[in-house]
């Protein structure tokens, strides 16, 4: 039962990071912009967090840091597609290799240096109950904030009116400009809410996840979010089975190799990447399922002609 549990802790902290940037990745989607500056964004979010939380010795200052920090990246973003007009393929690109590269510059200085994780929620007596206390009532806010934000997104998108109009500029955005709603700021609005969900997925790497700062520590997690988008076929419900499937893989491999099975380590370290392709492979077998699902302003990116 112990193992079970510590497993089941394990499968929650890595399945966070990919939720969070994926539910706001979903959102920026549903509006018709593809962003796939979301690895980028994410490393940025975590130089920017660790460094908030190491001067003001406070997760809450480091998380809002991040958050800024992915917004300022999805503005870039938004001011090139959305305000020039670029190729949004590549301006997702650049951004991710702009990303990179300044969030090292950025992080050069805390290479090495330790914060004090997040705190971890304490209940009495419901937190020390067997099994399910630590991992109902015992996670960081981040875990419950990813929580919260997937029911959210569902609630905005499916039950009101500004949800209704998102998408519709999603299907078809120049019925809904006919229309006379305000294609180009709502779209943006969307971006930067996925910037901020994508700096705050950064952020929980160095504050919660590790407590220190390294180049490059996204490790390729803004890549598997926006597969698990696809993966979900834009649904917030599906995206949470998602994480979780994907973080379950994560946390296979580790467990694998501390089992000394004889198994190559470098093959088990790819399975996270191998069940990304793996799960692309089949959507795209899926074409008539992912084409009614997806965004019309999208279709002709995950649903090509053959």
Not at 276 to 286: C, G, N
Request: proline share 5%.
């Amino acid at each position: 039962m112990g193992l079970l549990e510590a497993i089941i802790l394990s499968v929650l902290a890595a399945s966070t990071p990919l939720l969070l940037a994926a539910a706001g990745e979903l959102v920026a989607e549903r509006s018709g912009v593809l962003n796939l500056g979301l690895e980028g964004t994410m490393i940025m979010g975590a130089a920017c967090g660790f460094a908030g939380a190491h001067f003001a010795g406070s997760s809450i200052i480091g998380a809002l840091a991040g958050i800024l920090a992915g917004m300022f990246m999805s503005a870039l973003f938004a001011a090139l597609t959305l305000g020039l007009a670029v190729n949004q393929v590549a301006a997702g690109l650049s951004l991710t290799i702009f990303g990179i590269g300044l969030s090292g510059l950025i992080g050069a200085d805390f290479v090495g240096a330790h914060i004090e994780p997040a705190p971890h929620l304490r209940i009495p007596m419901l937190t020390n109950l067997p099994f399910v206390g630590k991992i109902v009532f015992g996670q960081d806010a981040f875990v419950y904030t990813s929580i919260a934000l997937v029911i959210g997104i569902g609630w905005f998108l499916y039950c009101t009116r500004a949800g209704l109009i998102l998408r519709a500029i999603g299907d078809n955005h120049l019925s809904a400009h006919a229309l006379g709603h305000p294609v180009l700021r709502i779209r943006t609005y969307a971006v930067l809410f996925g910037g901020a969900c994508a700096g705050l997925a950064g952020a929980y790497l160095p504050l919660a996840y590790t407590p220190f700062f390294i180049p490059g520590m996204t490790a390729g997690r803004g890549w598997i979010a926006l597969a698990l988008v696809v993966f979900a076929s834009w649904r917030p419900v599906r995206l949470v089975v998602g994480a979780y499937l994907f973080g379950a893989v994560t946390i296979l491999q580790l467990h694998a190799q501390a089992m000394s099975l004889p198994i190559p380590s470098q093959f088990m370290s790819s399975l996270p990447y191998v069940a990304t392709v793996m799960v692309l492979i089949a959507i795209s077998r899926r074409r008539g399922v992912a084409g009614s699902a997806a965004p019309a302003s999208l279709r002709l990116v995950f649903v090509p002609n053959r």
